[in-house]
């Protein structure tokens, strides 16, 4: 068996009366990318923000890379965590540059490092170098994204959540970044859960395919 980078256990959540999982137990492989499939409202969402600290499940535990999710230090834990959230969520006040470099400033990487980093990546995803002055409202949806998914990247961690990260993206676009990134994972494999709705996605990118169905996630091949 390889490396387990994701360790979930018996996982119990609900909102109000709804119940999103009962008992979930999962293991999800580190160096792979798990392609996420399943309802609008199944919970997907809800299973990568348990992943990443920012919701506590009601009972159960989750481990990143054999360590429990430390959740007074959950700071810490995220530099490890490229999460790319299905609302985009950029902030409206800060450039596109700057919403890019974020992690790095929360990393403590220096001016250099960080614009360095920044440029290589807005190339990667095809964004030209002169919308990085400019604000998010000021972009595309599909380019709001890629800058989202730039911050995702950033510090190069060796888990990434993807909510969802290409579903804006024009069939060429959208192509295109799939290449990059399976060859960003072909040269540095790393654990990825992405969420889709696309089945080609998930065929194309997916080392794993999951399907979230009442309340548990089965594989499809
Ligand atoms: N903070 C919250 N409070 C109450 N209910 C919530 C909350 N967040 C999510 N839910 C509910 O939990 C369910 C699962 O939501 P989630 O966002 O995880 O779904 P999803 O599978 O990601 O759906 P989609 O494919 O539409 O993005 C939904 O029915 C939603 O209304
Ligand atoms: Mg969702």
Same mark, same amino acid.
């Given at each position: 068996m390889s490396e387990i980078a994701i360790h979930l256990e018996n996982l119990s959540h609900r909102f109000g009366s709804q119940v999103l999982f009962q008992n979930l137990s999962l293991q999800i492989e580190a160096n792979k990318i798990t392609v996420i499939l399943g309802r609008s409202g199944s919970g997907k969402s809800t299973l990568l923000q348990i992943i990443n600290g920012l919701i506590v499940p009601d009972e159960g535990s989750v481990q990143l890379f054999g360590q429990p999710l430390d959740y007074r230090n959950i700071h810490q834990a995220r530099l490890n965590i490229g999460y790319a959230v299905q609302q985009v969520g /950029? $902030?409206? @006040? /800060?450039?596109v540059i700057d919403n890019i470099m974020l992690p790095g400033k929360l990393a403590g990487w220096n001016s250099e490092k960080k614009k360095k980093r920044a440029a290589e990546l807005m190339e990667l995803v095809s964004l #030209? =170098?002169? @919308? =990085?002055?400019? $604000? #998010?409202?000021?972009?595309s949806g599909g380019e709001q994204q890629r800058v989202g998914l730039c911050r995702a990247i950033l510090l190069n961690p060796p888990l990434m959540l993807l909510d969802e990260? $290409? =579903? =804006?993206?024009d069939p060429d676009t959208k192509a295109e970044i799939h290449q990059e990134v399976l060859k960003l994972q072909r040269t540095e494999p790393r654990c990825i859960v992405m969420v889709t709705h696309d089945p080609e996605e998930a065929q194309k990118l997916g080392d794993v395919q999951l399907k979230f169905e009442n309340g548990q996630l089965t594989p499809t091949i």
């Open positions: /950029l $902030f409206p @006040h /800060l450039r #030209p =170098s002169s @919308h =990085s002055e400019k $604000f #998010p409202y000021q972009l990260p $290409f =579903s =804006s993206l």
